[in-house]
């Protein structure tokens, strides 16, 4: 079957960095896809990754690993506002996007 | 630009009662999609259209219909609504499926809840 795994919830103090993993099994890949959602929001699309290795945009990064079946984002200098759920999404062989459940971050002052 | 508009953004129906959830974009996006989003479990895809005239069916579709008569217009139906279907619905549409950067743009939700 198809799966996506994140860690349900997650813990950063405001400056740090944090990482978001997500691992993917998918019946074929066309890619990975990191959204935003602030609480009673729409998810609002941050990065998309096909090739292995690392974008940058700012203070979020995100990492793709093919082989591995892995991506994470990178969230750098950490802001109060970045406190949302970050939403993990691969592109199988149908060009269909098989979502996670979604990582909340919390940020602590 | 409006982007995805959904309506309403709430409601709440007694079981057995229809309704339809709204959704219209302005982007002359071909794919729209309508999705269900539940507490600890990932965006579930219940219909889904790659062009007027043109629907199909997602993940989980029972109980749900759709039409697409035009390329702006994108209704979803819920013919007799059960407890089950109380989630938060949201609306998405993108300039094409059939590329893996497909970026969706997200209606605001409709928070739905069935009594």
């Known amino acids: 079957g198809q799966n996506i795994d994140q860690p349900t919830e997650m813990t950063a103090t405001e400056g740090a960095i944090v990482q978001i993993n997500c691992t993917y099994q998918t019946s074929g890949f066309n890619g990975l896809f990191w959204y935003q959602q602030h609480a009673g929001e729409a998810p609002t699309f941050l990065s998309y990754n096909v090739l292995d290795g690392l974008e940058e945009k700012g203070r979020f990064s995100s990492f793709l690993s093919r082989s591995k079946g892995y991506s994470y984002l990178l969230l750098k200098e950490l802001q109060m506002k970045d406190s949302a759920s970050y939403l993990c999404a691969a592109v199988d062989s149908n060009y269909q996007l098989i979502w996670g459940a979604g990582t909340k971050l919390i940020i602590k002052p | 630009n409006a982007g995805v508009t959904q309506t309403p953004k709430f409601q709440v129906l007694k079981t057995g009662q229809s309704m339809t959830l709204q959704c219209a974009q302005d982007m002359n996006h071909e794919y729209m999609s309508w999705y269900r989003q539940d507490p600890g479990m990932g965006l579930r895809l219940i219909h889904y259209?790659?062009?007027?005239?043109?629907?199909d069916q997602g993940e989980v579709p029972n109980g749900y219909n759709v039409s697409r008569s035009t390329t702006e217009d994108f209704p979803l139906r819920l013919l007799s609504a059960a407890p089950s279907q109380t989630s938060v619905y949201f609306c998405a549409s993108s300039s094409a499926m059939g590329s893996g950067a497909n970026v969706l743009t997200f209606g605001a939700g409709s928070r739905l809840t069935v009594l």
């Open positions: 259209s790659v062009g007027a005239g043109i629907t």
